[in-house]
């Protein structure tokens, strides 16, 4: 055998040799993700756990004439084990009338700690959806009943790139109203791994636009509702804005969120928060009158939650309700062809 013959045997087989192991890291990759995966949705149910395990101690150590304080410092910090894990959970004070549970598990997953935070809701604490891994983006409806059309649109927040420099806003779904049976809709492109997703909601007040896909953002609508505010001057820095509410959760077997929006603006930001932390009034029909101008708040004592550990949601109309525009939105491996 020549030396060209020879050196050209030795250049496949060394070729094949790479392109083996990178097939076996991919699958290992693959492996990894999907276990981690399962991991988040294990440690959610076990914070779910100790969620339940404080509020039953709440319940037991209410009365009707405890101050939210003493309910608080009696129940204290509740902790267990569920599931393979551990949780630790507590009370935290609200306001003068209600409390809200907060519960932090961990669960051990291919060498590595996954943590989950349940409750607690708090002023711009929910961090911006980030995805992991290249993903592909479908958004499919939940709730969609309001009386003003909006459109959806995704704003996706590049990593190491200026606010000056990033993607315009991209429409999701155009124009409408009454869209709980509209298929769902997918985002063409894959998105690189480190982008923060930033889901606006554009609302046509009076449905000129129902429809039109070649809608001009942002000056064909009335006003624009952002789940985060994007800070100008600091690179990839976003708080969660008032008028959106954004919740992990889990679709099929992605991961995925939630997002709800209150698409009117007749509402204060400190009415919106209270509705996002202490929950709905208790009152049967609640309206604007239920608002304490002195407590700063509905009155609301904590979320009635989903099976799925989500915000119940209901049609209020007084208040802020964060149920006009409901969706849900799955991250898909590009590679997998399934969620």
Known sequence: MGKFSLLLS???VG????LAFQGNQTSVDTRERQSLRQGKVIARQIARSGYNSVLSEAHKADGPDKEVGQVVSAVDTVQGEYEGGTYKAWLKKISSSAYT?????????????V????????NNTMKAPTVETPSELSVSFEQSEAGYCSAVYLKRVLPGTKPKNQPDPEMIFPPGHNRNDVPPASYDNVIEPGTKLNFILAVDKYCHHEGDES??????YDHIQRSFNQDVDKLNTMREAPYGMVEETTIGS???WRVSFE????????QLWDIKENGYPNSHEPNQ????????TYGGNGWRTTPDGLRDLDDYGGVPDFSDQVFKVALTDPNSGST
């Open 15 to 18: 070729a094949v040799t790479i």
């Open 10 to 12: 030795l250049s496949v």
């Open 289 to 296: 009158s239920d608002w304490s101008q002195m407590g700063k």
């Open 263 to 270: 698409d009117q603006r007749v509402f204060s930001e400190a």
């Open 115 to 122: 943590e989950y935070r349940m409750g607690g809701y708090a």
């Open 215 to 220: 809608a001009d953002f942002p000056d064909d």
């Open 254 to 256: 992605s991961d995925g």
């Open 101 to 113: 549970a907060v519960s932090v598990s961990r669960f051990s997953v291919a060498d590595s700690l």
